[in-house]
């Protein structure tokens, strides 16, 4: 392996301070990728200073604006709704102040911007309720606007309906809070009950598929409806796998490697190393049958499986040994 460049001396001396600005911290996906950055920063040799809206967009961007005046070294951004957080992105930017901006549009071209591309795990997922149903199926579709990553997946969603005719939308739900599984599983019960003819369900936020998959074990009808997701968790592979799951697929990445990724961005861009513009991290798709073969039942297992789900070098740190997911 190539020898670690110098650490530069602002790092060396712990002089560097990460404000990571969240919207959501609740749940599988945020708590995963809250672990990667918080073990990246420590590799890295930063000081992650985390804050969190808890769905409250103005919360939100008062700590962004209380990072700008306590003169982060860099933010990064991790959701957020244009309409609250992009004022306050522009001070961090007229402050000179370097911006990752995660699952959010940041509204300058000054931010590196981070996604999933969420075009491609609404399209893996949809590829495989597409293949299970044989093109023909009544879907419950849930889906929250106002969420970058959702709204890209939604774009997916609608031009799948378009050029599969025989796939239609019986009805739609959705709810981002604190317990957004509880919420969306009474939600998706109530929708169930009302269109006896579902038989497939798109919940592209694994808060979303756990909430359904609820639903459909509370009412029994596992043998009949069949689920399609995102995201992935330890607990997730737990649900997808248990006997009877309708869970049966998922498009993720790794979350913990996305905050790895989001970590080094921000200190690249502190060390004035170059970044590219727009990250983007690949998903792969993950079904219940391959979880089941290989006998995986933990995220480590899966990225272990599928490397691919791993990237260290996305935004490599020269001074740091490469990430180890
Ligand atoms: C409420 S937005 C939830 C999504 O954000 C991230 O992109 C995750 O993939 C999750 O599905």
Do not use: C
């Not at 609740?26 to 200073?49: H, I, M, N, P, R």
């Not at 769905?55 to 990064?76: E, F, M, P």
């Amino acid at each position: 392996a190539p020898a670690a460049a110098p650490t530069p001396s602002a790092f060396a001396k712990g002089e560097v301070r990460i404000s990571l600005v969240r919207q959501l911290s609740s749940g599988d996906y945020f708590e995963q990728w809250l672990a990667g950055a918080q073990a990246e920063a420590k590799a890295v040799g930063v000081t992650l200073e985390v804050s969190s809206g808890e769905g409250n967009n103005d919360k939100q961007a008062l700590n962004l604006q209380q990072a700008i005046n306590q003169k982060a070294s860099a933010v990064i951004v991790d959701h957020g709704f244009a309409q609250t957080i992009q004022p306050a992105i522009k001070k961090a930017v007229d402050a000179d102040i370097p911006v990752v901006a995660f699952d959010v549009d940041p509204g300058t071209t000054e931010a590196v911007t981070i996604d999933q591309d969420d075009h491609q795990i609404a399209e893996q997922a949809l590829s495989a309720l597409k293949k299970d149903t044989g093109s023909t199926a009544k879907v419950l579709y849930v889906y929250v606007a106002g969420f970058a990553p959702l709204d890209r997946r939604n774009e997916t969603w609608t031009q799948f309906k378009k050029d599969n005719p025989g796939i239609t939308q019986a009805a739609q739900i959705g709810v981002v809070n604190s317990s957004t599984a509880a919420a969306v599983a009474d939600q998706a019960k109530a929708a169930l009950q009302a269109n006896p003819d579902i038989t497939a369900i798109f919940a592209p936020y694994d808060e979303f598929a756990k909430g359904a998959a609820l639903a459909v074990k509370e009412l029994g009808l596992q043998s009949k409806i069949k689920i399609y997701g995102a995201d992935i968790s330890t607990a997730d592979i737990g649900v997808m796998t248990e006997a009877g799951s309708p869970w049966v697929a998922t498009a993720a990445t790794d979350p913990s490697n996305v905050g790895r990724i989001a970590v080094r961005a921000a200190a690249l861009l502190v060390a004035g190393e170059q970044v590219d513009h727009a990250l983007k991290v690949p998903p792969a798709l993950v079904t219940q049958e391959r979880l089941r073969q290989g006998g995986i039942t933990n995220v480590q297992q899966l990225v272990q499986a599928n490397p691919d789900l791993s990237t260290p070098d996305v935004a490599r740190v020269p001074w740091a040994a490469p990430s180890a997911g």
